[in-house]
């Protein structure tokens, strides 16, 4: 790989489903250019208790980082204004990935929901609807991805490339 290319891995963590994304971004002679190289939503067992959901987290996570080695780990930071409970199981799964991306590289990045939805869209007001479209015209997708988790991922995959070019 060259030096004007980065492989960023971004992730929206979920203990029940975690969205990833892999971008590759290019930079040269004044021109950036981002390309899609992989994304997908890890879906743990709704019926196993959380240590196991947490484990089967991070075999995928090593899974998809030891098929893409990214350079870059970006990850949403938590934020819950309503539900403990889901937003302690969250933090639980945040561990994980953080744990993961730390053992790969040591260099994780993290992002609050609105710098991310302002570097995608140019408001901290968008909704999923307008955040999924927007992701599809940086990565040029002829279909938006289907999932929202996905869609998040890949966000904060553009997020970070375009705040630290």
Request: aromatic content about 6%; overall charge neutral; hydrophobic content about 45%.
């Amino acid at each position: 790989m060259q030096n004007n290319e980065r492989i960023i891995l971004g992730i929206d963590p979920g203990y029940a489903r975690m969205g990833w994304g892999v971008i590759k971004l290019r930079s040269g002679d004044g021109v950036v250019s981002m390309e899609c190289l992989g994304f997908g939503c890890v879906e743990t067992p709704k019926d196993e208790e959380m240590g196991t959901r947490l484990a089967y987290l991070n075999d995928a996570l090593a899974q998809i980082i030891g098929h893409y080695n990214p350079n870059d780990i970006a990850i949403e930071e938590l934020f819950f204004a309503k539900n403990v409970k889901t937003a302690l199981n969250v933090a639980h799964a945040r561990g994980v990935i953080l744990m993961r991306a730390a053992m790969h590289s040591g260099r994780i990045f993290q992002y609050r929901p609105n710098v991310i939805k302002v570097a995608i869209t140019g408001s901290h007001k968008a909704d999923k609807k307008v955040m999924t479209a927007a992701v599809s015209q940086h990565l040029n997708f002829d279909h938006a991805p289907k999932l929202d988790d996905v869609a998040d991922a890949l966000a904060i995959a553009i997020t970070h490339a375009t705040t630290t070019c």
